[in-house]
């Protein structure tokens, strides 16, 4: 009886993918939206009344039901990098020059697709199946998604042609059509909910939602840019690939086409800009990429974007408005800001009413002042900015803009900083940098203590509860109590993450303090050569700047703040306190340098290492570790059910080794 049940369920199954694929992928269905509906219902109802039968593909995910109690973090297998922007004709000649440098062909051929604006995910597929979603994140590390990933109806839940691979991803980019984004607006407005400023907004939020059928009452769709893994590393032309994912039940943009120069590219932007109002989702570019994928790693990538790509930006859209007032914002460094704060206005799709200013000398520079008209843009049809003053509609009454002659927050008198425009609060009892400094500090790149949001913060700050960062770890129930609005399971909360934060690794700590010009990826080159606090005290500023992608200001600036009495008292407390001031990993040794200059990939399953630990350890011998094998390939590292990688190697005369032979780097 199961058994007939069981291929009942896989017929409909079946069925309602085939029509899935007719409805949303090739827009010509077969059958009626109601007797869609009724297979959907007949597969549930012998779902609910048989569990154990239910496959991990059905297609009954996509409504949702499930709830992640929250959103593990997980690392991409392969970096989810950027792209770097172009902005104008030259621009896009430089990266088709650099190109045909790199490869020594002038002939080269070019993918041109829509930007979509929306969300990057990542997909895994496990012999066909859907197994995993993670978001873009930092391009390392994402957050799981899968349940929410699994209501998106223009994703296959299984790809047939795939089930005898491994392991296959996908990427792509969530969003929200217009139609749909206003629908859900309107339901917001007539339950009195905040509304959503713009549908990549509301589909980035849709992804992170706990409860999967929130996330498939928001109808998220997705369109496939990219495919990684054995199916992938047979086709050599990214538009083809693109064409073949198609015929595979994906979501693929129909604004693609191949080209080989800057004057095809720039008559493409007249044409899909013409168009670009008119089309159902948000776009904000065209993206360019070499179409034969076996140059990828001729070409090569720095450590934020691949090389062999760009994305061209679409002129900003501008739009006109009063300017009402100018506000300082303090930052956590002190630094003031000014920022513009106008009448309401509606641009590229959302409405906004305020732009930061940057520094000072901008307003003068632009003469900008209260109740003039200006022009505003949206930066990448992102970040809202004041473009430039219209001054024939100035009043002649108007003066000119003041600098600020006290903190809006202490009330002290603000520095001009030595070199820079910035003017600057050198209070370190300023409340709103103290804000802005635990918030940071708090931050999910950072230590990522949940539960420390801005109101909560300002709470702390106003009833002198934390007065630095140390005093985070010094937070107790008694003091929390204090606060408006909480409850036993909050404060246990709170301690428990703070508790938790202690293990962040020491590259996050020294990020986290808020040492000027020290950004996260900085923080891991400085931790990856100098692995203590110690260390880094005891290095000159000349060491510290040697540095492969240090300057001499970054390194100055840390030397500087490091000797600070305030930094080194705040270390020296956290050091009482448990968290990490050593790195786990050890730094690359004298001689450690012996695959400097190789080229190797690995592939395969391993029994005494994973792949990402053997990765790990080759780079640290100085190779540089790729996904691809070339002619350029020194070794290809070997484990079992290697794909079609070992195939491509001995066809190229690459050294195939095994996992033995990993033995010898590793230390004794």
Not at 4 to 20: A, C, F, G, T
Not at 233 to 246: D, G, P
Not at 356 to 381: P, Y
Not at 433 to 452: K, P, T, V
Request: proline letters at 4%; one cysteine or more; a negative charge.
């Amino acid at each position: 009886m199961s058994e007939q049940i069981r291929r009942q369920m896989d017929r409909l199954i079946e069925q309602i993918e085939y029509h899935r694929v007719r409805y949303y992928n090739e827009h010509n269905p077969e059958i009626s939206d109601a007797e869609y509906d009724a297979l959907e219902r007949e597969l549930k109802a012998l779902e609910a009344a048989n569990p154990k039968l239910v496959r991990p593909d059905s297609p009954s995910f996509r409504v949702g039901g499930g709830v992640a109690k929250d959103h593990p973090q997980k690392e991409h297998a392969t970096p989810m990098l950027s792209l770097e922007n172009s902005y104008n004709s030259a621009d896009l000649a430089d990266y088709f020059e650099r190109c045909v440098a790199e490869v020594g062909d002038e002939t080269l051929r070019y993918s041109a697709e829509l930007k979509i604006d929306g969300v990057s995910l990542s997909l895994v597929y496990l012999n066909g199946s859907l197994d995993s979603a993670v978001t873009r994140g930092d391009g390392r590390v994402g957050e799981e998604v899968t349940l929410n990933a699994k209501t998106i109806r223009d994703l296959p839940l299984r790809v047939a042609a795939w089930k005898d691979i491994d392991r296959m991803e996908v990427r792509g980019e969530v969003y929200i059509d217009r139609d749909d984004f206003a629908q859900i607006n309107e339901k917001r407005a007539a339950a009195g909910l905040p509304l959503f400023a713009n549908p990549r907004n509301s589909a980035a939020g849709s992804m992170r939602l706990l409860d999967s059928r929130e996330a498939a009452a928001r109808h998220l769709r997705i369109f496939v840019f990219q495919a990684l893994g054995p199916w992938a590393q047979t086709i050599n032309s990214h538009i083809e690939a693109l064409k073949q994912l198609k015929e595979l039940g994906f979501t693929t943009n129909p604004h693609n086409t191949v080209i080989q120069n800057l004057a095809e590219l720039e008559r493409l932007i007249e044409d899909w800009s013409a168009k670009r109002p008119g089309l159902a989702y948000d776009t904000d570019g065209i993206v360019l990429k070499v179409d034969d994928t076996s140059f990828y790693e001729t070409i090569g990538y720095t450590s934020k974007f691949p090389k062999w790509a760009t994305a061209y930006k679409f002129p900003a859209e501008q739009a006109t408005t009063q300017l009402k007032e100018i506000t300082i914002q303090v930052g956590r460094t002190g630094v003031l800001t000014p920022v513009a704060n106008f009448e309401p206005v509606a641009l590229a799709g959302t409405t906004v009413s305020r732009a930061t200013l940057h520094n000072f000398d901008e307003i003068q520079k632009k003469d900008i002042r209260v109740g003039d008209w200006v022009f505003i843009e949206k930066g990448g049809d992102i970040i809202p900015k004041v473009v430039k003053v219209i001054e024939s509609k100035r009043d002649r009454n108007s003066t000119a803009y003041a600098l600020p002659d006290q903190c809006p927050s202490c009330g002290s008198e603000p520095q001009r900083v030595p070199g820079q425009v910035a003017l600057r609060c050198e209070n370190l009892a300023c409340p709103a940098q103290l804000e802005r400094r635990i918030m940071h500090f708090a931050s999910r790149n950072a230590m990522d203590i949940q539960g420390l949001g801005k109101e909560r913060v300002q709470q702390m700050v106003e009833q002198k509860l934390v007065t630095d960062l140390v005093s985070i770890y010094q937070l107790d129930e008694e003091k929390l109590w204090q606060l408006e609005r909480v409850g036993t399971k909050w404060i246990k909360n709170l301690l428990g993450e703070i508790e938790k934060s202690k293990t962040r690794p020491f590259a996050r700590v020294l990020f986290a303090v808020g040492i000027p010009m020290i950004g996260e990826k900085v923080a891991e080159l400085f931790v990856q050569r100098f692995p203590s606090y110690e260390a880094l005290l005891a290095a000159e500023v000349e060491e510290l700047a040697d540095l492969h992608g240090i300057g001499e200001k970054v390194a100055a600036s840390l030397h500087e703040h490091l000797r600070l009495p305030s930094y080194q008292e705040t270390f020296r407390q956290f050091g009482s306190m448990g968290l990490q001031l050593v790195a786990e990993h050890k730094p690359p040794q004298e001689g450690d340098d012996a695959l400097k200059g190789k080229t190797i990939v690995v592939t395969g399953t391993f029994n005494e290492l994973s792949r990402k630990e053997i990765t790990d350890l080759l780079k640290q011998r100085g190779a540089k570790v790729t996904s691809s094998v070339t002619s350029k390939t020194d070794f290809l590292v070997c484990g079992e059910k290697p794909g079609s990688k070992l195939a491509k190697a001995q066809s190229l005369e690459v050294t195939v080794v095994g996992e033995e032979w990993i033995a010898q780097w590793q230390n004794p």
